[in-house]
């Protein structure tokens, strides 16, 4: 076998919205006419949380960082940016570090996104004001894929590969696919 890199492509317009994605995608648009200045995408992997962090980088600054690193280098960095977005939120995550970046955001009239598997509301976080403070996101979930995202995402899959393939042969794997991302 080959291994063949293939480039990820989180541009607009291939971000396919379909009633799985609306309301997350909605979100990104209307920025920063957001009820809370905190926003959750949640949604299993591989459900187009990246693709829409991307998106909304390219059309407004900010910097992004993977949960994991947040440090407080990081936390000096920040003061230059109005969004913040933190990619794929665990519980091991540094807890007081976490709580520190929601006081800056609150402090500061930033912006914060966070993606992760389950809603921010769901962790079991040990620090109870992180808790606390977790139930003022605003909640917005990337629900498992109906049959028109089905086919989009099979497109843009094969698309990326440059591969091309029979309307016909899409619609067989459609009806026998899994109903996931």
Known sequence: ??????????????????????????MIEKWPKWEKNILN????????????????LSKNKGIKINSEDISNDFLQKIKIYENIIIEDLTENINENLFFSLINIIDQDNKYLIVTSTIPIVDFKFKLNDLNSRSTNFILS???????????????????????????????????RINRTY
């Open 1 to 26: 076998l080959l291994n063949f890199k293939q480039k990820q492509n989180f541009n607009y317009n291939d971000y396919y919205v379909s009633k799985s994605n609306y309301y997350a995608f909605q």
């Open 41 to 56: 995408i949640y949604g299993e992997k591989s459900s187009g949380k990246t693709h829409l962090s991307d998106i909304f």
């Open 141 to 175: 979930q990337i629900e498992k894929p109906g049959d028109d995202l089905i086919y989009a995402l099979i497109l843009k899959n094969l698309s990326d590969r440059q591969i091309s393939i029979d309307q016909k042969l899409i619609e067989f794997i459609i009806k």
